[in-house]
């Protein structure tokens, strides 16, 4: 499951989760965006806060664990890149898909190397309040829909951009992602 985590909240969990559950999956892989290649209307917190938020939120379930490749690795992270590493690292008998939201699957064709990337996983691409799933065959070609599944998850309205706007108002955010994230947003003074 990819993203920048900027933080990580109960909706990035929720579809986690769930698509662990629906798809039988053996573990959910949490990849940290270390260096984000599109532009972002804000200043990124530093990867090492991001990943130890990650790390702090995943802590409770067996199921999920979380993975440095992209921080560690210099340079805009691309997921192509972090899938191919994936797919040495599990060999090519492994099944492996992507976890992201429905309104990151609708940018795919401005990805770095989209074709190769749809060809070397599934997708997973979770419903989010306020994104069509119509959408998809509108915007992408049929045959990447062939390697494109659709979870349809319980709305949940929480956005990353939403919990880092309440912050900087002085707003709670107790309930929009794990108590240990609120925590560590607090001590670390992040998003003021």
Known sequence: MG???????YGHLLA?????????LSKVIFVPCGVPPHKKTYEVTPAEHRYSMTVLATASNHSFFVSRVEID???PSYAVDTVKIF?????????????TGLDAVLEIL????HDELIRLCRFIAVTRPGYDAQKLKEKLPPYYLNSI???VIPGIDISSTMIR????KGE?????????????????????
Request: hydrophobic share 30%; proline share 6%; glycine share 8%.
């Open 3 to 9: 993203g920048t985590f900027d933080p990580i909240h």
């Open 16 to 24: 986690a989760e769930e698509t662990r559950y629906r798809f039988a």
């Open 73 to 75: 690795r210099p340079g």
């Open 87 to 99: 797919r040495q690292q599990f060999g090519e008998g492994s099944e492996l898909f992507f976890i």
């Open 110 to 113: 401005t990805w770095k190397s």
């Open 149 to 151: 599944d659709l979870l």
């Open 165 to 168: 706007e309440r912050v900087r």
């Open 172 to 192: 709670p955010i107790r309930y929009l992602t794990p108590d240990t994230v609120c925590d560590y947003i607090f001590k670390h003074g992040l998003y003021k």
